[in-house]
């Protein structure tokens, strides 16, 4: 697809995942600014493939510093957030695109509902894009202002004649059916597209990022612009930047509140609660289905050294709804989450300070250790889920060293592992990413514990 003429250069900054479960974005007092004005509707945020409301917890950090009323607000959680391979056939533990239009269509209703206002703003990651085009296109219209849809693949992450009901074929008949017509856009709505300047891995003309090298996508950077929307480049950011980084969220919040945030940076409470639902892998796929009997140990850690200070300040069990806390903390705490679950590795889960509460401070067990861990005496694992780790663009350093299974070129790894002898069980390691710095310490994987650096920025 050609640019469209609305296509405007950026530039991005240098700067360091039943019904649908939908939660607020924090459980304590609104940040000391000015109050919010009555032209912003209420904010109903959409994750991507496979992804959890919990990736926004940032944005509704931002939103919350820009005087935004954290009722006002909403992030979905979708039962099965992955795509089915064949949009037409059932596939355990994913959905369709139908059951993310329904979902969806249920979330609206509560954030209306609870607001009282007339429409409300959707704000979409990647897949999270097809399902408010849906909604929008097939009757939810008259209930959305704006439309913000960030790294969505509007037209396909491949374009082929083949896989005819996969809901990322740009030929297929999903996507056919949003784009057809003149304009890509339903009247009445305002949509703006957010996209890369070719860091997008699901945005790239050969097939190598969808395992397919040599074969042409027919797909381009500008896959995810749309006829009739405001179409905005970010410049170099990867396809989960273009949603969550410091520079997109400047562009959402513009959009829907016709004015420049007055601020960007996150602005600290006094006090800190903290909230999640703990989730699983059935059959080895990623869910937001609830885990009961799982348990949650938080502690409060050395920045500098990972090590414990005292006992655990929160400890839960979780029942039929997977919900753990709220835990008190103070927003200068480094913290390890201890999550046991059912049929999983212990994993010890080491966060920065949470600067702002959050009950989207969700919890999921590491993978089972596997063949590749055999001769590992622990394993640790560095996570950016916000982002991908770039190279040579960003400052990636795991234990002092650039992670050697982190491909450089288009930012395409969210994950780093290193597994190490048993003699270095009890040191910490440090993850680096950006201005951002996790020190973790290293489990005995005997024990079947790992532990993960989870990054938040």
Same mark, same amino acid.
């Given at each position: 697809?050609?640019?469209?003429?609305?296509?405007?250069?950026?530039?991005?900054?240098?700067?360091?995942?039943?019904?649908?479960?939908?939660?607020?974005?924090?459980?304590?007092?609104?940040?000391?600014?000015?109050?919010?004005?009555?032209?912003?509707?209420?904010?109903?945020?959409?994750?991507?493939?496979?992804?959890?409301?919990?990736?926004?917890?940032?944005?509704?950090?931002?939103?919350?510093?820009?005087?935004?009323?954290?009722?006002?607000?909403?992030?979905?959680?979708?039962?099965?957030?992955?795509?089915?391979?064949?949009?037409?056939?059932?596939?355990?533990?994913?959905?369709?695109?139908?059951?993310?239009?329904?979902?969806?269509?249920?979330?609206?209703?509560?954030?209306?509902?609870?607001?009282?206002?007339?429409?409300?703003?959707?704000?979409?990651?990647?897949?999270?894009?097809?399902?408010?085009?849906?909604?929008?296109?097939? $009757?939810?219209? @008259?209930? *959305? !202002?704006?439309?913000?849809?960030?790294?969505?693949?509007?037209?396909? #992450? &491949?374009?082929? /004649?083949?896989?005819?009901?996969?809901?990322?074929?740009?030929?297929?008949?999903?996507?056919?059916?949003?784009?057809?017509?003149?304009?890509?856009?339903?009247?009445?709505?305002?949509?703006?597209?957010?996209?890369?300047?070719?860091?997008?891995?699901?945005?790239?003309?050969?097939?190598?990022?969808?395992?397919?090298?040599?074969?042409?996508?027919?797909?381009?950077?500008?896959?995810?612009?749309?006829?009739?929307?405001?179409?905005?480049?970010?410049?170099?950011?990867?396809?989960?930047?273009?949603?969550?980084?410091?520079?997109?969220?400047?562009?959402?919040?513009?959009?829907?509140?016709?004015?420049?945030?007055?601020?960007?940076?996150?602005?600290?409470?006094?006090?800190?609660?903290?909230?999640?639902?703990?989730? $699983?892998?059935? @059959?080895? *796929? !990623?869910?937001?289905?609830?885990?009961?009997?799982?348990?949650?140990? #938080? &502690?409060?850690? /050395?920045?500098?050294?990972?090590?414990?200070?005292?006992?655990?300040?929160?400890?839960?069990?979780?029942?039929?709804?997977?919900?753990?806390?709220?835990?008190?903390?103070?927003?200068?705490?480094?913290?390890?989450?201890?999550?046991?679950?059912?049929?999983?590795?212990?994993?010890?889960?080491?966060?920065?300070?949470?600067?702002?509460?959050?009950?989207?401070?969700?919890?999921?067990?590491?993978?089972?250790?596997?063949?590749?861990?055999?001769?590992?005496?622990?394993?640790?694992?560095?996570?950016?889920?916000?982002?991908?780790?770039?190279?040579?663009?960003?400052?990636?350093?795991?234990?002092?060293?650039?992670?050697?299974?982190?491909?450089?070129?288009?930012?395409?790894?969210?994950?780093?592992?290193?597994?190490?002898?048993?003699?270095?069980?009890?040191?910490?390691?440090?993850?680096?990413?950006?201005?951002?710095?996790? #020190?973790?310490?290293?489990?005995?994987?005997?024990?079947?514990?790992?532990?993960?650096?989870?990054?938040?920025?």
């Amino acid at each position: 697809m050609k640019p469209s003429r609305r296509t405007i250069l950026l530039g991005a900054a240098s700067l360091p995942f039943a019904a649908a479960s939908l939660r607020t974005g924090a459980l304590a007092q609104s940040a000391p600014i000015a109050a919010q004005l009555p032209e912003i509707p209420p904010i109903l945020f959409v994750h991507g493939n496979g992804d959890y409301d919990a990736l926004w917890m940032t944005t509704l950090w931002r939103m919350e510093s820009n005087g935004i009323a954290r009722d006002r607000m909403m992030a979905i959680n979708f039962t099965d957030p992955l795509a089915r391979s064949d949009d037409k056939v059932e596939q355990a533990n994913r959905s369709s695109t139908e059951d993310q239009r329904r979902e969806l269509t249920a979330a609206i209703a509560e954030l209306k509902r609870r607001t009282g206002a007339p429409r409300v703003a959707l704000v979409g990651s990647s897949r999270g894009g097809n399902a408010i085009r849906n909604v929008i296109k097939n $009757g939810g219209a @008259g209930d *959305v !202002s704006h439309a913000v849809l960030c790294g969505t693949p509007n037209h396909g #992450v &491949f374009a082929t /004649d083949d896989q005819p009901n996969n809901e990322f074929n740009g030929r297929g008949a999903f996507l056919r059916s949003l784009n057809e017509g003149e304009s890509e856009v339903t009247p009445g709505v305002a949509f703006l597209t957010l996209r890369s300047d070719g860091m997008d891995k699901y945005a790239q003309a050969d097939g190598r990022f969808i395992g397919k090298p040599g074969t042409p996508t027919n797909v381009t950077a500008e896959g995810p612009e749309l006829k009739g929307a405001t179409n905005l480049m970010l410049g170099a950011l990867d396809h989960r930047e273009v949603a969550f980084h410091p520079r997109a969220f400047r562009e959402i919040y513009k959009f829907i509140a016709g004015r420049e945030p007055q601020r960007i940076a996150i602005v600290p409470e006094q006090s800190v609660r903290l909230s999640g639902l703990v989730t $699983g892998t059935p @059959g080895g *796929v !990623s869910t937001n289905r609830p885990v009961a009997g799982a348990t949650v140990d #938080v &502690f409060r850690v /050395d920045p500098d050294t990972g090590e414990r200070k005292g006992g655990a300040v929160h400890s839960a069990k979780t029942g039929a709804d997977g919900r753990w806390g709220p835990a008190q903390v103070e927003p200068s705490w480094s913290l390890e989450f201890v999550l046991a679950a059912p049929d999983a590795p212990t994993t010890h889960i080491y966060r920065s300070p949470f600067p702002r509460s959050s009950d989207v401070v969700h919890l999921r067990p590491a993978r089972p250790l596997g063949p590749a861990d055999n001769d590992a005496g622990a394993v640790a694992i560095m996570s950016r889920p916000r982002g991908y780790f770039g190279l040579p663009r960003d400052v990636v350093l795991f234990d002092g060293k650039e992670p050697a299974d982190v491909k450089p070129g288009v930012p395409t790894d969210a994950a780093a592992t290193l597994r190490l002898p048993a003699a270095e069980i009890g040191r910490n390691i440090v993850a680096q990413f950006g201005e951002e710095r996790i #020190v973790a310490r290293l489990w005995p994987a005997a024990e079947n514990r790992i532990a993960i650096a989870e990054l938040t920025y």
